[in-house]
């Protein structure tokens, strides 16, 4: 279902069907999650071939991601303020750089779903769960919205005030946009929230 189909939820004023079919109840773990295994986060043979492009070492810009979403052909919005919006079925991710010289790249993914305030206990053991079993990404619940329902975030900051080289910075986009999709999508399904 595209993004601007979405159903609104039992909170928003939609029907209860709208949101996972798992309950609150059923969904919730009792025990610490089982441990991480390989293949857990990025899928290696889904990354582009990167062995051909030149390993010169150069200062991040927002040039060069752009180039390297391109080329993993990422869609994006520009804003003309240094920020990147790409927007995907279920979430958005927006890639920027930040720190005092530009620095820190960042990738910051939302889904387009909220959680109720009621589901606020439950919101902070899932994330928590997301970030004690995977990799790249941190998650955390964001400051309630104008509506007063809590958004998600899933972020990765990756400081590069050393430079580097295409085929790093297109493997570090590549992953990022990977892991917030598995990290969107795990919420929907096993994490049991959206």
Known sequence: ????????????GGEPEARSGITVESAVRVGPPSPR???????????????????TIEPVSLRRVCDALDLLDVRYLADGDGNLLAMWERHAVLVTLEGPEDEIL??????????????????????????HTRRFCKAYIGDPTERGQLPIYAELQVPLGAGTHDALLVEMLDCGAAVATSFVDWLHDEGALL
């Open 1 to 12: 279902m595209p993004w601007w189909s979405w159903r609104p939820g039992p909170t928003e």
């Open 37 to 55: 295994q390989p293949g857990d986060d990025c899928a290696a043979n889904e990354r582009p071939v990167l062995t051909e492009m030149p390993a």
């Open 106 to 131: 960042v990738m910051r993914a939302r889904p387009h779903a909220t959680v109720p305030p009621d589901w606020a206990d439950r919101a902070y053991r899932v994330v928590n769960e997301w970030n």
